[in-house]
């Protein structure tokens, strides 16, 4: 017997009210099993992964809009293709509008011309965050992220000095092993 399985997902915590619109649109369209979590698109999607694995074939996997479930057109095709050789489907609830579900034809083909531009759309807004990053660089107002370790480089080494490990001195600066090495350069106690 086929089943709707829901997926929802928000980028963080702050962000629940999204996750639970996004689990109330998919109990209405009538998902019996769901998975959710709060984790940025770039992180491991544990719960999706899980919503992968448990969709059989007839079944269909239901989102209510495309960027909670891939960044780019190719990793939505991917996700796709793995459905298909299941036998099992995709639907897309808020696709510019329409409800999409790739077990048309049609479907399929509405899906790639909006997987296009979307993913036409996120690379020309980091084309202009890229724009915009260079000309407050250039004007002076944009520095970056402060350095942390480099900026406790003194703390580190003396810390070192006194004998304590590298693990330990990462720990006490709240920094990574990595960064306590390139600050102090090689992390070895001074002479």
Not at 29 to 43: D, L, M, N, P, W
Not at 80 to 88: N, T
Not at 146 to 154: E, I, L, Q, S, V
Request: hydrophobic share 40%.
């Amino acid at each position: 017997m086929s089943q709707l399985v829901g997926y929802a997902r928000t980028s963080t915590a702050d962000q629940e009210a999204g996750l639970e619109a996004q689990i109330r649109d998919i109990k209405a369209a009538g998902c019996t099993k769901i998975f959710s979590e709060q984790v940025s698109s770039i992180g491991q999607r544990v719960e999706l992964e899980r919503a992968l694995d448990y969709a059989r074939e007839g079944d269909t996997l239901v989102v209510c809009k495309v960027d909670r479930l891939a960044r780019s057109t190719v990793g939505l095709w991917a996700i796709v293709q793995g459905l298909d050789a299941k036998g099992a489907g995709l639907r897309i609830l808020n696709l510019g509008g329409e409800t999409v579900d790739t077990k048309s034809a049609t479907g399929k083909l509405i899906l790639t011309i909006f997987a296009g531009f979307a993913q036409f759309e996120r690379e020309m807004m980091l084309e202009r965050q890229g724009e915009g990053i260079t000309k407050a660089k250039a004007e002076g107002r944009y520095l970056g992220r402060k350095p942390t370790a480099r900026a406790k480089t003194g703390n580190a080494q003396a810390m070192l000095d006194s004998g304590m490990t590298v693990s330990a001195v990462a720990a006490a600066l709240g920094t990574s092993r990595q960064s306590v090495y390139r600050a102090t350069a090689g992390a070895r106690p001074s002479p």
